[in-house]
């Protein structure tokens, strides 16, 4: 099928309720418009790293993992290095029942299966009793898949929000979080209270996630671990690399290819 009609085929609600198609990539990081999709959207990467990102944050794809994406949600996606993925979209009368907020979840071996025989169908083709079947399975493992913490949140509070954009656009910036409060206009109480109900971390938490964020998509564009740690703001390569590994529980240089290898 040509681009032009399997894209009007996914931004339809009626059809198929699975449409499944395989993609693979090259390319630096880029970031589309933001857009929404009529259909719920499944991405399975397999190689490489995808962001993903809403008003509520951002969400990371290392390879193995799966980011649900409801109907009708604004989102941006950008896409690091070599990928190899799958997406899945679900027509939304058989999307409910999922859920109605992005995140990022575990895949497991009857996931993949499933998905990759889907990415074999034709687009347009009905929908048979068999795949009807299959469906069926990949729906329960949707619904049971394990979330991953690999979200950041944003704050919804403009001053907040102020400083979360400040420390994603400029991760080596090393203020403290005085500085940060006193250039908000806030209390340091405030900041550190407001900033904890609202995305559920500390401001250290939170900064420390964002520049891991970082890491990782430059880790996927092959970047070198000392100019990643320099970029970062960290003294040292050594002590980017024992922040990482105490985060994924493993060094930068291994840590993607191991996801990758995790079939």
Do not use: N
């Amino acid at each position: 099928m040509e681009k032009d009609a399997l894209h009007d085929l996914l931004e339809m609600a009626e059809g198929p309720a699975l449409i499944a198609y395989a993609a693979e990539r090259e390319m630096a990081v880029e970031e589309t418009e933001w857009h929404s999709h009529v259909r719920g959207q499944f991405f399975y990467v397999e190689q490489g790293l995808v962001v993903t990102r809403t008003d509520r944050g951002t969400y990371l794809l290392p390879p193995h993992r799966a980011g649900w994406m409801p109907p009708g949600l604004m989102h941006t996606v950008s896409i690091s290095g070599l990928t190899r993925a799958w997406g899945v979209f679900i027509a939304p009368d058989t999307a409910k029942g999922l859920p109605d907020y992005a995140c990022v979840v575990g895949v497991d071996d009857v996931f993949r299966a499933v998905v990759k025989r889907a990415a074999t169908w034709a687009p347009d083709a009905p929908m048979t009793p068999e795949r009807e079947r299959l469906l069926a399975v990949l729906l329960d493992e949707i619904r049971h898949a394990p979330v991953e913490p690999m979200h950041l949140p944003m704050p919804t509070d403009r001053r907040l929000r102020r400083v979360a954009m400040a420390m994603v656009e400029h991760p080596e910036d090393t203020r403290s979080i005085d500085d940060w409060a006193a250039w908000a206009g806030l209390s340091v109480r405030t900041l550190t209270r407001l900033f904890r109900e609202e995305t559920q971390c500390s401001v250290a938490q939170w900064r420390q996630t964002a520049r891991l964020t970082r890491a990782l998509e430059r880790l996927a564009e092959g970047e070198p671990v000392a100019t990643i740690a320099d970029s970062l703001g960290y003294a040292t390569p050594s002590a980017f690399v024992a922040m990482f590994r105490k985060a994924f529980g493993d060094t930068p240089g291994r840590y993607l290819s191991r996801q990758a290898a995790a079939v």
